[in-house]
């Protein structure tokens, strides 16, 4: 059975940082692109970050680059989001997913909560 579980969120400050995690079981990790993608209420998807499969390519939207690293540990078989320098309008549900995959597929998680305060 596939799993992702994402972890990490909560209440930050302005400026503050924030590391989300996701642990993926029941799949093959490595082999694997996977991304970040964000939802705020009432709001649609926004693609965050993608990494490629050992790592070493990644891309991130504009609105975060410079602020927010994608990585990876496969020998983990987990993902990261470090976010730096966290704007209000980061607020969000944010989800990982396998790179592609279809939002009603088991290769999206259920989501971590990230609120910035004002």
């Known amino acids: 059975q596939v799993q992702l579980v994402e972890s990490g969120g909560g209440l930050v400050q302005p400026g503050g940082s924030l590391r989300l995690s996701c642990a993926a079981s029941?799949?093959?990790?490595?082999?694997?692109?996977m991304s970040w993608v964000r939802q705020v209420p009432g709001q649609g998807l926004e693609w965050v970050s993608d990494?490629?499969?050992?790592?070493?390519?990644?891309d991130s939207a504009d609105s975060v680059k410079g602020r927010f690293t994608i990585s990876r540990d496969n020998a983990l078989d987990t993902l990261y989001l470090q976010m730096n320098d966290r704007k209000p309008e980061d607020r969000a549900m944010y989800y990982c997913?396998?790179?592609?995959?279809?939002?009603?597929?088991?290769?999206w998680g259920q989501g971590t909560q990230v609120t910035v305060s004002s």
């Open positions: 990494i490629n499969e050992a790592g070493e390519i990644t």
């Open positions: 997913l396998k790179r592609g995959a279809n939002e009603t597929s088991p290769y």
């Open positions: 029941g799949l093959t990790f490595s082999a694997y692109g």
